[in-house]
């Protein structure tokens, strides 16, 4: 049985991890699963927003223990980290670096690699009974999937240490309050709301969204003056295509832009 299944409504497409009886534990089948959904996504001139859940009761439970637990007894762990933690570093590349907006909606628990996934998504809405846990300490096992850049860097070096030292359960309200998630809602209507997020910005100006995310990425190790040449490239290029010629006329013509 496929462990990812994706559902295309209109330029929205709904990548959705598809293991509830194990809380969308990732293993490196499913990873793999994901990686390719997220590479045909970022290519598809067709698709200008991502949504990204888990079915069920959770977002993502991190790394599948049971597997782990088999390589163990066979003496593979280390081969099983090698290749999970790789597929894991190309997916998290994908969403970081598709030049449109990714969606992330979360059910329940956002654990460990989930909470990489969440992190790395450009807009996190939590369900009031969402739980955010970096999980990793509780197995003796090191953050991957890009946690220990993401967490500084939303947090400072301080609440990162605060949240990972303790493995600390973040709930939904105080995630918000951190920035950890933009929004949360009720439970029973989060996929809906995620859903209308993610049309809104699939109707938004996906080139500039994307270099949206490719300047707020660079911020954090660039320098201003970098960042700045960076700014006046993506200007300029936006000129020359079709957006920004049609939010100009429409914001003259007092009407709504249509970008496409």
């Known amino acids: 049985m496929p462990a990812v299944r994706t559902a295309r409504d209109g330029a929205v497409l709904t990548i959705a991890l598809d293991r509830p009886e194990r809380l969308n534990a990732l293993d490196v089948p499913s990873m793999r699963e994901l990686r ?53 570093e190309l997916s998290i590349r994908e969403i970081v670096g598709m030049r449109k907006p990714v969606v992330a909606a979360l059910p329940g628990v956002a654990a460990g690699g989930g909470l990489s996934l ?51 359960r973040v709930p939904a309200a105080r995630a918000r309050e951190l920035g950890l998630v933009h929004e949360v809602v009720p439970d029973a209507g989060l996929r809906a709301r995620a859903e209308e997020r993610a049309r ?17 990425i660079g911020a954090f190790h660039e320098s201003l003056d970098t960042q700045m040449m960076l700014e006046r490239r993506g200007a ?19 009407r709504r832009p249509g970008f496409r």
């Open 36 to 88: 390719v959904a997220l590479q045909k996504a970022g290519v598809d001139p067709a698709i200008r927003a991502v949504l990204l859940t888990g079915e069920g009761a959770s977002f993502c439970a991190g790394g599948d223990v049971a597997a782990m637990d088999e390589h163990r007894t066979r003496g593979e762990l280390p081969a099983l980290f090698h290749e999970l933690t790789g597929e894991q």
């Open 118 to 168: 969440a992190l790395a998504s450009d807009w996190r809405i939590a369900a009031d009974s969402a739980v955010l846990v970096p999980a990793f300490p509780a197995l003796g096992a090191v953050p991957d999937g890009g946690l220990t850049y993401f967490l500084p860097h939303f947090l400072g070096i301080g609440l990162a240490q605060e949240l990972l030292f303790q493995n600390a």
């Open 200 to 216: 809104e910005l699939a109707d938004g100006p996906t080139f500039a969204y994307g270099w949206m995310k490719h300047l707020l």
């Open 236 to 254: 300029v290029e936006a000129a020359r295509g079709t957006e920004l010629p049609e939010g100009i006329r429409a914001f003259r013509e007092k």
